[in-house]
């Protein structure tokens, strides 16, 4: 049966109905047999999962701040009811932000869209790309879709929502495709190239999994 959080992803537009790729790849997990997400121990998935949405919309907000796009900029403040630890709150989202602006900085990255909403009629499939950007790449000026990642430990499933990302309309012309895997207690990241123009097999099963949603959706479960 669908949760009314799953319903939440599903959208309509011009009468089709599109299913969120993160809804879509929460069954892909379960069939690839991954865990939910891998943010280290399951006593502490609650808090972890608090820290890792903090740390995006920090290195984002951050990023839409210094290009205009936004008018202020303050870190994602700490919140009692959603996480025990202020000063570890406060030191997560130092170090996410040090590593980020690194990163930006080393790259330099220009956005075209931040947390963009895209679809794909092909494939029935919507999502909100973390980044999409043009960057500098080997020495050459590249178009990228980039998904922020800090958990403990990439899976296959990161690989192939990128590839997914890279299929909506407005994000298919990325010329490279970059998971940020960044480690939010010390401020250590790296980058992982994914090819974008492989796995699409792996891309036609998450659109199945996500007209199985639709199909749910549509008969009201």
Known sequence: MMTDQIRSRCVEKDGQLYVGVTSAMKLVRQLLGEPEESYGPPALMKIHCAEGTGCHATCLNWLAFTNGLIPSFTPVPWNPMEHPDEHRWNNVMFNA????????????????GIEQEAFSKAYGLVGH???????????????????????????????????????????????????YHADRYLGIWRIELVDLTTGLDDVAAVANAARLYAWAEQKGR
């Open 97 to 112: 932000l040090v590593g980020f602006t690194e990163f930006c900085d080393q790259y330099k990255v220009t956005p075209i």
């Open 129 to 179: 790309v973390d980044l999409f950007c043009e960057l500098t790449w080997k020495g050459k000026r590249k178009k990228a879709v980039i998904d922020l990642k800090f958990v403990t430990t990439l899976m296959e499933s990161h690989r192939l929502q990128l590839r997914c990302y890279s299929k909506l309309s407005g994000i298919n012309d990325a010329q490279i495709g970059l998971l």
